[in-house]
């Protein structure tokens, strides 16, 4: 089955470490997302990347990097900049139609 | 700029009531238009879209129709079940039916339905 995986689905960390969660898609879209959903919240885009090697800033960036070496695969790494790292993220590919399909999403916290 | 703007939540129903969220968009040119569901604990999953003016996307009985007169996508579905409890957004591509672009969402609507 095609779809978009997310690992892992619950995560720990303590403040000040760096933690990257992985997210693979099997669709062969080239376009795929990462945003972040806080409690009672909407979705706020984080980076977004349309081909491989290559990746834009979305608009809450600050405190977040990317890699995109392989069409497959778009870890988000979140870095001990990022203030208040605890959340649900959410990571997404795309049909060149502009639908998203999203991966179950993997819930980060910190203390 | 491109915006999304959803009914307030939450939506409380009782099993086989009708269901309208009210979503109003505010983008230029000829975006396409997204239903989302999110089930607790959940990634977003996909429930419709339309891409032009007067097109009505529909899927598990839910529906809703792309007015370009009234820059509106209501969702309705005739008869909720208790199934259908989730939280529902709204999403626009303001680059429509031919490029990635980048989707803007509503700030989400909770739905629950009580037997």
């Known amino acids: 089955d095609g779809g978009i995986t997310q690992s892992p689905k619950y995560l720990f960390r303590k403040e000040g470490q760096n933690v990257t969660l992985s997210c693979e898609q099997n669709?062969?879209?080239?376009?795929m997302y990462w945003y972040r959903q806080d409690p009672g919240q909407g979705l706020r885009l984080i980076y977004y990347?349309?081909?491989?090697?290559?990746?834009q800033k979305g608009d809450i960036a600050e405190g977040y990097s990317v890699s995109r070496e392989k069409k497959e695969s778009f870890p988000l790494t979140v870095t001990s900049a990022q203030k208040n790292p605890t959340a649900f993220y959410l990571c997404a590919s795309s049909t060149l139609q502009g639908e998203q399909y999203f991966g179950p999403g993997t819930r980060l916290t910190v203390t | 700029g491109n915006s999304v703007t959803q009914m307030e939540g939450p939506v409380t129903l009782s099993e086989e009531a009708f269901l309208t969220i009210n979503c109003t968009y505010t983008a230029t040119g000829y975006p396409s238009l997204f239903w989302y569901v999110q089930y607790p604990g959940e990634g977003l999953q996909l429930l419709l879209k339309a891409t032009k003016a007067d097109d009505k996307g529909s899927n598990k009985g839910f529906e809703a129709t792309y007015r370009k007169e009234t820059t509106s996508f209501h969702l309705e579905k005739g008869s909720v079940q208790v199934s259908d409890s989730a939280v529902y957004f709204c999403?626009?591509?303001?680059?429509?039916?031919?490029?990635?672009?980048?989707?803007?969402f509503g700030q989400g609507t909770i739905l629950t339905v009580h037997p």
């Open positions: 999403a626009l591509n303001p680059l429509g039916g031919t490029s990635y672009g980048k989707l803007t």
């Open positions: 669709l062969n879209h080239d376009a």
């Open positions: 990347s349309q081909i491989v090697n290559d990746f």
